[in-house]
């Protein structure tokens, strides 16, 4: 069975300082999304990566993949409350009925 | 453009008992799908449906999970009957194709006591 493995799971860190969550997963893909969840709110879409050294940045969140090492990477730079909320990667496999596989998720708190 | 909608947004119920979730796609989304997170684990699959046929239903867990899609529009998740290890948060989800990119609603907690 395919594996996503994402971690940290639980992320506290202060404003204005950088991070990296990461998305290993198991098996050949080149589709993989990131998502973000606030607490009883949908699942809203990040990023979409669909090929291998594709990068995306949007504000200050930028996520890469590396589809040989089977890792993306969110990182965050100068981290703000806002950010908080619980980020979600999801790898979408060819010829496995079109399902997304998802990671565990991260949850984030931002603290001032 | 309306999002992904479901309802209802929680539901407690008591062990033995029937819940039916209801999930509406985007509209002109023929892919729908349905997917449970259970006690902070990852996201799993349940099924997907293609207009109104289920195309992959390999994630459903059991024969008391019963998910219809009548005229290819909203479609309803019924648990039948329930039982304490089906508590989790239900989302839905819906794609213009397949291989396209997946738009989540907010997900039903469902709590069975």
């Known amino acids: 069975e395919l594996k996503v493995e994402q971690n940290p799971l639980f992320l506290s860190m202060q404003e204005g300082k950088n991070y990296t969550i990461y998305c290993n997963y198991s098996t050949t893909s080149d589709r993989l999304y990131w998502y973000r969840q606030d607490p009883g709110k949908s699942l809203e879409s990040l990023f979409v990566l669909l090929s291998n050294g594709a990068v995306k940045q949007e504000g200050r969140l930028m996520a890469s993949l590396d589809t040989k090492a089977r890792l993306s990477t969110l990182h965050i730079t100068a981290a703000v409350h806002d950010l908080s909320a619980t980020y979600f990667c999801a790898v979408d496999v060819p010829n496995t009925g079109n399902q997304f596989y998802f990671g565990t998720g991260t949850s984030l708190t931002v603290i001032p | 453009e309306a999002g992904v909608t479901q309802f209802p947004s929680h539901s407690v119920i008591e062990k033995g008992q029937t819940v039916t979730l209801r999930c509406d796609p985007i509209s002109g989304h023929d892919n729908l799908y349905w997917y449970r997170r259970v006690m902070g684990k990852e996201i799993k699959f349940l099924l997907h449906f293609v207009k109104e046929s289920k195309q992959d239903e390999s994630g459903m867990p059991n024969n008391r999970f019963l998910a219809e899609r009548t005229g290819g529009t909203y479609s309803t998740l019924k648990v039948q009957p329930a039982e304490l290890e089906d508590s989790g948060v239900y989302f839905c989800?819906?794609?213009?194709?397949?291989?396209?990119?997946?738009?989540f609603g907010p997900g039903t907690r469902l709590t069975v006591t």
């Open positions: 989800a819906s794609s213009q194709g397949v291989y396209y990119e997946q738009y």
